[in-house]
């Protein structure tokens, strides 16, 4: 374990270079802030470590997109940027140094995101992976897995609501019928996820995929983002008794995406893509990806950057506003609860998107 953190810590340093802290105050020619198709300062500087804006901080030598107070909160945040910081390096040093090529596209100002649903407990934005928040049909609040493990932790065996403390059910009758209540009062979540429960046969429940469709299209007029991108997904899989259909898909994952739903908004981006509109693509991409999304950042860098499609500014912009969103996601309760999967082999990578 000593010898990992050393190998980060020298990794991270080396990014640094020789600077020394009394230099970094200095502002040098090459730590100007990247600057946008438009020229304007699109990168602000922030230590994406500990978010502490300074006009007294280093730029990263390697990717040359991120700032830091000192070489301690780079060596801090470099599991976060180790990988993010290769993949530009390795553009960068194809490229002889050189931050953009001059084919790049113009996509405009980065956009203000979307509202994003928060944990009524810790006030943390909800993790992406629908593994990790609960849906509670007593309350109908969406709580966290941190959260919710904590407070399964503290109640000490007595199974029940994170948020409104109802004890769980305890049979299929008394988890359908709760949903049913929910349902019937047009909680558009409460009709989603019994939509889902007829779509799998979950507790108990025959195989329906009429009734499934049935709710989840009343859930989707009812504005539900979870609904639509379902409803999207069988229409493009030709699955749960629908026809493939590109017209309906394109309808309920736009719908999805004006709701907020950031995985709808990435998918809409790779349709823009392949239909050649890659301007339209970029600005899906760089605003799910400034919100925290994971796969998103992926495909900005190594489908658009390093294409030459994407300025290094722009690039800049969005992975300090990808680090930030990043750590809005994150709680000690959170962390455990990873942990507790972890150590119980029960994770999956595919939670951390």
């Given at each position: 374990m000593a010898s990992s953190k050393q190998e980060g810590t020298s990794a991270a340093a080396e990014q640094l270079g020789s600077m020394s802290l009394g230099e970094s105050v200095e502002r040098k020619d090459d730590?100007?802030?990247?600057?946008?198709?438009?020229?304007?300062?699109?990168?602000?500087?922030?230590?994406?470590?500990?978010?502490?804006k300074s006009d007294a901080l280093m730029k990263c030598r390697a990717c040359k997109c991120v700032w830091y107070c000192d070489k301690k909160c780079q060596n801090k945040h470099w599991k976060e940027h180790k990988k993010e910081c290769k993949s530009i390096k390795?553009?960068?040093?194809?490229?002889?140094?050189?931050l953009d090529v001059g084919t790049e596209l113009d996509i405009g100002p980065l956009e203000k995101l979307p509202p994003r649903e928060e944990c009524p407990i810790c006030m943390h934005v909800l993790p992406f992976h629908d593994n990790l928040h609960t849906y509670f049909s007593c309350c109908g609040k969406v709580?966290?897995?941190?959260?919710?493990?904590?407070?399964q932790i503290k109640s000490k065996g007595q199974v029940s609501c994170a948020f409104c403390r109802e004890p769980k059910p305890r049979s299929d009758e008394e988890i359908l019928a709760r949903a049913r209540k929910r349902?019937?009062?047009?909680?558009?979540?409460?009709?989603?996820?019994?939509?889902?429960?007829?779509?799998?046969?979950?507790?108990?429940?025959p195989v329906d995929e009429v009734k499934c469709i049935e709710l989840l299209r009343e859930s989707a007029d009812l504005g539900f983002?979870?609904?639509?991108?379902n409803l999207g997904n069988f229409h493009c899989n030709g699955h749960m008794g629908l026809e493939q259909n590109e017209e309906e898909?394109?309808?309920?994952?736009?719908?999805?995406?004006?709701?907020?739903?950031?995985?709808?908004?990435?998918?809409?981006?790779?349709?823009e893509n392949d239909n050649g509109n890659r301007t339209v693509a970029m600005q899906h991409w760089r605003l799910t990806a400034s919100g925290g999304l994971k796969e998103s950042n992926h495909d900005l860098i190594e489908h658009c950057f390093e294409k030459g499609l994407l300025h290094h500014g722009d690039l800049a912009e969005?992975?300090?506003?990808?680090?930030?969103?990043?750590?809005?996601?994150?709680?000690?309760?959170?962390?455990?609860?990873?942990?507790?999967?972890?150590?119980?082999?029960?994770?999956?990578?595919?939670?951390?998107?």
């Open positions: 730590d100007a802030e990247p600057t946008a198709r438009n020229g304007t300062t699109s990168a602000a500087k922030v230590c994406s470590a500990c978010e502490k390795e553009v960068l040093d194809k490229r002889g140094g050189k709580v966290c897995c941190g959260c919710d493990y904590q407070h349902a019937e009062l047009k909680d558009p979540n409460a009709l989603c996820n019994l939509a889902m429960k007829y779509g799998s046969g979950k507790n108990g429940l983002p979870g609904a639509q991108y898909e394109l309808k309920y994952i736009k719908e999805a995406a004006e709701g907020g739903d950031f995985p709808s908004l990435h998918n809409l981006g790779w349709m969005t992975l300090q506003a990808f680090y930030l969103a990043r750590a809005e996601l994150k709680s000690n309760g959170r962390d455990q609860y990873i942990k507790y999967l972890k150590n119980t082999g029960k994770y999956k990578e595919e939670y951390d998107c």
